[in-house]
Structures are given as C-alpha cells and as structure tokens.
C-alpha cells in the first residue's frame, strides 16, 4: 500500500478547503464545452470532477491516477453523482499512460492540478501527457511555487510527498503556444505562490 493510498483516507477533509478558488480558476480556464474529453490526472479523489463535468455535461471525464486509494474515493464521488460511463478511471503512472489505457485516441483538455510537483518524474510525466493531448487542445496546470522553503514549505512537500521548489510550468511554457502564467491566491497553507499555468498544443 503506498502514501497516497493512506492519505486517501483523510485527503478530502483536510486538503480540500485549502483549494476551493484554485480549482473555479482550473475550470473557468480550461474553456469547457458540453462533449468535450478531459483527461485529469492526477486526478487524486476526484474533487476536480464535479467542476470538470458542469463544464462538459455527458462529454468523457477521464481521471488517472497511480493511487489505488485515491481511485476508490474518485469512483464513490462518481457513482454518487451518477456519471456512470462518461467518468472513466484509470490507475497509471502518469508517465507511462496511453491511449489504450484511457480507450480514446486523444483528449481535448488535459488538467493537471497538484500533480507537476508530485510526479516522480516530472518532465517525463508532463511530456508523456501532453502526448496525449489533441492539437488545438488546451492544458492548465495548477500548482504551489516556492523559491526556497520555509517551515510551511517543508510541511507540505513532505505531507503531499512533493517538490514545490520545482518551476513547475516551465515544461508547458517550452511547448504550449499562447502559455501564460497567473498568479492565483495563496495563504500561509500553501508554502508557497500558488499558480495557474495555461497553454495550447500547436495544431
Ligand atoms: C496532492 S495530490 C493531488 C490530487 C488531485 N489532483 C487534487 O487536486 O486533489 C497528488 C496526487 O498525485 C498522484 N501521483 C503522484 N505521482 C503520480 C504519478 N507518477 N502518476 C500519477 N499520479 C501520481 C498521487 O497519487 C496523488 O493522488
């Protein structure tokens, strides 16, 4: 059993209200439509999937994520909404995923939120998953930026098992056409800036 399948237990109750603004700005940006696909990984326990599927109603919601654990909670949330098929999950590292895992050719947005500083291999992750993404496609990356770490910092990289020193963006910025970075709002929780990165795949 690995961290994330523990954590699972108790990730809902204390992480979700650290995030409630960052994840309307992850939907407001990712310009969703009624039938789009959306893959979001990691998509942890699912509490981008209720914003993800009021933007494209009956349209393919694939969430995955290398968490077992963090995959019940995700497919509870699911079957409470009553989603049925149009939510798809997939246990995966996110640098190993294909198109066979996640049954379509490609999708037309990719979400990535608290996942950049969390994968082992970030670039390779990010590079595998922007593989994935349709040309004209659109990827948004939500994260937590911290030039060095105070005391915070150091809680949160070890709770979430992650790295927020990384400059997290920089692998969309090197490949997205119309990449722009905003600034979204942060507190003392976080240990760092918290960011919103957003870009498209050249068609
Ligand atoms: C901080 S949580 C974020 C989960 C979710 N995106 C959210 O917003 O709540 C980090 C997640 O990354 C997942 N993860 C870590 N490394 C991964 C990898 N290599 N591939 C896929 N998921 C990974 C963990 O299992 C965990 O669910």
Redesign the pocket.
Known sequence: M?Y?DV??LF?DTS??HH?VSQ?LAAQEALDLSPGLTVL??????G??FPHIKAGIGDGLLLG????SG?LAKARKKSDQAGWGDTVRLVH????E?SSSDLGVPGVDRLH????M?????MQG?FTNLWGLLNPGGRCVIVDVYAETLGFQGRMVNLS???DITRRSWEPLEAVAEGFRRDELESTPAHGGAMFLATGTKPA
């Open positions: 690995g994330y954590f699972a990730y992480v979700a995030y994840r979001d990984c990691p998509a942890g326990t509490l981008s995955a994520d290398v968490s963090m995966a590292d996110a640098a995923l990535i939120f608290l996942g500083s969390a994968f082992s291999d992750s979430a098992r992650a």
